[in-house]
């Protein structure tokens, strides 16, 4: 085992990201977990909830996109234990100062905060990870750190359904703390060190756009990736209003339905790298599963779903079938060079998540002229037909060297 390829998916940097996207994925629900219990305590009334909700959630999107540019950055010019440190310690202060929270001005303020740290943990893991595993069983790695991490998604329901919401605040903040002493052993790439001593550029966020084949090919980046926050964006954070809108009598929990999706997102990644190992291909696995994905998005909406049971069901089927989070983000890190390698695999998961915030702007737009189910329906149809797209367009990145820069 010691000269086994395998033993590389247990040393510790591996071990230590997905403790670390673990805790990330933890504090990045733990709003949508607790949106309507928080603000409920607040004092804000269900329509006021859905409102203020929206804004705060938002706010989280957009420091998740400030902060994935300028953690990719910093990832490519210090290296990445550099964002790895210093992003777990804004977020996880910033969650334990949500926990103390008053005002919802205050509280999307702190989630802000709290995104602009969360941006940079899975980018600089996924980077790291992607450059110490050998190309041989390269897919194993990124997919097994997404698979133990989005039990955290799991485990901010539970402690919002034991502790009351300020408390899940502090617990995830706590975890992040803790997880820093872990991180002290951990070393850094190889390929940054050897591409740091040569002086190359590194960290230029404006190569992506200057030209338009650059620009094209971040773009489609970004567009493979904007199905899974449809799903956990918008199927799951606003699974109440979909569960009246389907007349389902039993209340629906956002949270569950987000923790199930997550769930899904867990038993998928481990499949997605083990499918992509058998299929010799990037593009084809996740391609399958994305098709599969729209599939389930349409019976969530128009599958005649008539029991909380049955839509926790689908959430978590969806879930599943959007499991390729892991192997898309090493796919990123694959495209580019060294110099750019965390730049690109930092920002583009940031703006994808930064893309919730025209996703909800739009579901809320066109809820009153087609409904809840159909103005959901419409935007699906958006998200993945633009995501199919572009993986057709992108490149095959199956056993690729990693070994190389851009200029």
């Not at 086994?4 to 996207?21: D, E, H, M, Q, T």
């Not at 001593?197 to 992506?208: A, D, K, V």
């Not at 799903?231 to 929990?253: D, Q, R, Y």
């Not at 892991?326 to 695999?345: D, F, K, S, W």
Request: hydrophobic share 50%; glycine share 14%; proline share 3%.
């Amino acid at each position: 085992m010691k000269n086994s390829p395998y033993s590389a998916l247990f040393r510790l940097p591996v071990i230590v990201s997905a403790l670390g996207f673990f805790v990330d994925v933890y504090d990045l629900l733990i709003f949508s977990i607790v949106r309507v219990p928080s603000l409920q305590s607040l004092g804000y009334s269900e329509a006021e909830v859905s409102q203020i909700g929206t804004f705060i959630f938002n706010s989280q999107q957009a420091g998740l996109l400030v902060g994935g540019i300028l953690w990719g950055i910093v990832g490519d010019k210090k290296g990445r234990l550099s964002v790895l440190f210093g992003s777990i310690i804004m977020y996880s202060t910033a969650n334990i100062a949500c926990g103390f929270v008053e005002d919802p001005n205050m509280y999307a303020l702190l989630r802000f905060v709290a995104g602009m740290g969360l941006s940079g943990e899975i980018g600089a893991a996924m980077t790291l990870v992607t450059e110490i595993i050998p190309k041989e069983i390269r897919s194993l790695g990124p997919t097994l750190v997404a698979g133990v991490g989005y039990l955290g998604a799991g485990v901010a329901y539970l402690t919002q359904e034991w502790f009351d919401w300020r408390t899940a605040y502090f617990v995830g903040g706590g975890m992040g703390l803790m997880l820093l002493f872990l991180r002290i052993k951990v070393f850094e790439s190889g390929l940054f060190l050897q591409v740091k001593e040569q002086g190359i550029s590194r960290g230029n966020f404006l190569y992506f756009f200057s030209t338009w084949p650059r620009f094209i090919k971040y773009l489609r980046c970004v567009m493979i990736g904007v199905p899974t926050w449809f799903v956990v964006g918008i199927l799951g954070t606003f699974g109440n209003e979909f569960g009246k809108a389907l007349g389902i009598e039993e209340g629906i929990s956002p949270g569950k339905c987000v923790m199930f999706i997550y769930f899904g997102l867990t038993a998928g990644d481990f499949f997605s790298g083990p499918l992509s190992q058998w299929l010799r291909s990037r593009r084809k696995a996740i391609g399958y599963l994305m098709f599969c994905g729209a599939i389930l998005a349409g019976v969530y909406l128009y599958g005649n779903v008539s029991t909380a049971v049955g839509l926790y069901v689908v959430c978590f089927l969806s879930g599943l079938c959007t499991g390729y989070i892991g192997l898309y983000l090493m796919m990123v890190a694959e495209l580019y060079g060294t110099n750019l390698r965390a730049t690109a695999t930092t920002s583009v998961p940031s703006v994808v998540r930064g893309m919730a915030i025209p996703m909800t702007l739009a579901f809320q737009g066109f809820k009153p002229s087609f409904g809840t189910l159909a103005g959901a329906a419409l935007l699906g149809v958006i998200c993945y037909g633009i995501a199919l797209f572009s993986l057709t367009k992108t490149d095959e990145t199956f056993g690729k060297e990693l070994d190389f820069v851009e200029k």
